[in-house]
């Protein structure tokens, strides 16, 4: 596919907060949701999918504010070929600057026998129900066919005609089950261009899932067969094994620009801080060794690679790792550093501080520099949430006795007025023990979803991190700490969700409006 045309604009659809939102561990509050949707549409995202308006009212009353704040990208909905799905997206977009009705319904022999117990002849009426009425409602209609990768091909080609002709602007193909290979989806795309009536007047679109992990591959198979949006996830988050990694797509189109003759109008300086926001809201951190956005995606430790980086850093990276973001991302705060770069790097973190927040933060960072080099990214986030979220509780020692099969923990805690709260408890090792004496103490008690601890840095810098969260009421809360002692971050982490509890439920600090 390579030559040397103008590049054909690949429309980046993101679903997050739909198809991202909807699987386990990733379920965000609507004010998480609105602020993520800020952020994608900052990041240059052409569509987001801010969720399925029927399924509950908390994604209605998300949707909705989505579609009114976010006013630079269009916003889709997703609904399935039923007019209550259709009605509830027309509503909730009702404000939306360019709304997106996304109508689908499953085509497989599988699916139209087993899940929706339908002829060809009801599918293809269904089809026609839904775009039509969604039509109605607006004029930017997407029409997915599930499953689409096990459909009869010529019967694809039925449903697509009959969307096309009742309205569609842009067709869909799932590989719902993430079962197809790159050369299989390729000719496929081919096929249906040459065969879908009024196919060059529609978009064709890529949604492929993960589970044989070839999301991205088969994505960028679709577009040398003429896709041109492809639907995909910050983290690759998604059902099961999830979606196309964003990311990814985005800087193999970037980096292989010259092969694939294609472009995006993705701002990938701001791949990093989209993909740490996501981690930040739902308490889930990507995989160290994870392409683009893991901590080691440019670390270089073996001495034959340091080797050739010194000497010419293409040797061993294919980009640069400004271009994704991670250029300030280790920031190194010495005494003399400026206020200008930490509001700098607090400002692509999501933050925007008063002054007076910001002088706290910044002293507060200055102090840590007594006790590490770098202060980084999670520290900056850590202090400004502390900063922004008043004192809360706070650990003052902690300490650890083994007796064998048990753990007994000995907090000494400091409470939100200064006091201190000293309390231990057993447990059947040291994490269950600590997290016992900790919700004795604060009186506060929850049920963790997850918990996760990270190595950050090394040699003398190293750092533990523990990530946890928790549902509480359907919402999920996540806390993060950070200190020498993994036991101490955890602990740190564990009061996070705790303080934020016990401040009537998080107001997270004031946002990064869209573009700053
Ligand atoms: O995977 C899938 O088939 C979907 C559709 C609803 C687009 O998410
Ligand atoms: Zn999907």
Redesign the pocket.
Known sequence: MTNAATPARVRIFD?SL??GEQSPGFTMSGAQKVLFAHALADLGVDVIEAGFPNSSPADFNAVQTIAREVRTTTIAT?ARCHPADIEACARSLQNAAAPRI?T?ISTSPLHREHKLGMSKAQVIEHTIMGVELARRHVDDVEF?A???LRTEREFLVEVFNAAVEAGARTL?V???VGYTTPAEIRALFEYLRANVRGGNDVVFSA?C?NDLGLAVANSLAAIEGGARQV?CTINGIG?RAG?AALEELVMAMKVRGAYYNVDTGIDTPKLLATSRLLSRITGIQVQRNKAIVGANAFAHESGIHQHGMLKNRDTYEIMHPQDVGWSDSQLVLGRHSGRAAVADRLRQLGYVLEDAQLDQVIAEAKALTQTQHVVSDRDLQRLVEGESFGPGWRIAALSLTDYGHRTRAHVDLSDPDGRHVIQSAEGDGPVAALFAALAQATGVDFELESYEVHSMGVGRDARGEANLSARIDDEVLAGQGTSRDVLEASAIAWLDIANRLLRDRKVLPRLAAVNG
Do not use: C, I, K
Request: glycine share 0%.
């Open positions: 679903t739909r198809d997703l996304h689908f997915s599930e499953d689409a869909n799932p590989d719902t949604h899932h639907e059902e979606n």
